[in-house]
Structure formats: structure tokens, C-alpha cells
């Protein structure tokens, strides 16, 4: 008897064990970085999303937006919707990403670059901020390691499918729908909460209106 109830529990520890995790949601912004929409986007849902729910969404950022580029020799030449002040910001923000690699420590700096007005202007502050070292990063920026770096982004924001509409180009678990895109400008941190599968879900996890907005990627 006490043999049987001993196999009883080795296999139910067993199967518990067995149990695969259960993914984060997993969330990527297209985004420009001087974009009204972004940066609301970023300060307003995103980064207090991240610090509240961080162990159970997985968030990438692709700084390009709606920008265009064009090669001309060895070089990408960058025409961003909002000036060159933004394709600057974009090589910035991208370059941190790289350079930083840790979430944790980019994400804290890009918010505050895009809670100013000025990204660039912006950065020595904002490190100093978040204690980041901007040299490396800025040297990046205004190099040809951040030229090819923006090509990336400018690749990855091509490959889109469906081609994004404008941006905040908001993709959750690998697509792009209109309900998610509307949740998540309304209430990121609900919809997170409601699509991860988990019981696990941070004390955050129990926060109106629906809107929609964007940069329109037209003929600017």
C-alpha cells in the first residue's frame, strides 16, 4: 500500500515536472523616434508595461519606422519621416540596443530618449540618467557600424506581413492585427495580462477608450 502511494506521488511529481513552461507574449514595436505616437507609445504603455509585467512579456525594438534609404557606394543613405533629427535619433536608440545588449539597460535609457523632446540632445543627459556609458553608443551612431546596424532595422521593418501602415507597428506572438494594435495603444499592460497563459501573472495583472494612432507611412 505504502509502495503503490509512493509510485502515486513519484509520477505525479514526474508529470508536474515535465510540464513545458509557458511562453512569454511576446511583443515588437516598429517605431521612429521622434513619431508623437511612438514616443506616447514607449513612456505611456510600453516601458511602464515592461517595468510592471516584465517576467512574462519579451519585448524587441526596432527603431526605422517609416523611414526610407537608399545606397550610395559603400553607405545607406536614411530619409526619415520627421527629419534628420529622427534618423539621428534612430542610429542612437539602434546603437544603444547593440551596445548595451541587456534589455534592462537599453530600455531605461531609450525611454528617457524618448520622453524628451530631443533624443540626441537628450542623450548625455539620459545616461547619466540611467548610468550608461554613451561614448561607445554614440560613436556607433555616427559611424558605419551603425550605418549597417539601421540597415538591419530597415530590413526587418521591410519584411513585415502585412507592411505596416504607419507606426507604433505594434506585433504580438509573431503578427500584426487591428484588435491588438487598438488594445495595446489603449491598455498595454491588460492585454498582456489577458494573452499570457500562465497562472504566474504579476500583482500588476487586474487595470478607457480604444484609439488607434499612428505616423502614417505615406508619401512624406
Not at 513552461?21 to 516601458?47: N, W
Not at 500562465?198 to 477608450?209: E, F, I, L, R, W
Request: proline share 8%.
Amino acid at each position: 500500500m505504502l509502495w503503490s502511494a509512493f509510485l502515486v506521488l513519484a509520477v505525479g511529481v514526474v508529470g508536474s515536472a515535465s510540464q513545458p513552461p509557458v511562453p512569454p507574449v511576446f511583443l515588437t514595436l516598429y517605431y521612429e523616434s521622434l513619431c508623437p505616437f511612438c514616443k506616447d507609445f514607449i513612456t505611456k504603455q510600453l516601458y511602464p508595461t515592461y517595468q510592471q509585467a516584465k517576467d512574462i512579456v519579451n519585448i524587441t525594438l526596432i527603431p526605422y519606422g517609416n523611414a526610407r534609404e537608399k545606397q550610395e557606394g559603400d553607405k545607406w543613405v536614411f530619409t526619415c519621416q520627421h527629419g534628420e533629427g529622427e534618423c539621428k535619433g534612430n542610429l542612437l536608440e539602434t546603437c544603444a540596443i547593440k551596445y548595451l545588449k541587456d534589455i534592462a539597460v537599453y530600455f531605461p535609457f531609450i525611454n528617457c530618449l524618448e520622453d524628451s523632446k530631443d533624443p540626441v540632445k537628450s542623450a548625455p543627459e539620459c545616461a547619466d540618467k540611467v548610468n550608461v556609458t554613451l561614448a561607445p553608443i554614440r560613436k556607433c551612431a555616427e559611424g558605419p557600424e551603425g550605418n549597417t546596424l539601421e540597415h538591419q532595422m530597415a530590413l526587418l521593418t521591410g519584411a513585415l506581413n502585412p507592411p505596416h501602415k504607419g507606426v507604433p507597428w505594434i506585433v504580438i506572438n509573431g503578427e500584426w492585427t487591428n484588435k491588438n494594435q487598438s488594445a495595446a495603444q489603449n491598455d498595454l499592460l491588460k492585454l498582456v495580462c489577458e494573452l499570457y497563459k500562465g497562472t504566474n501573472k504579476p500583482p500588476a495583472c487586474s487595470s478607457d477608450t480604444q484609439h488607434t494612432r499612428l505616423c502614417l507611412n505615406d508619401n512624406f
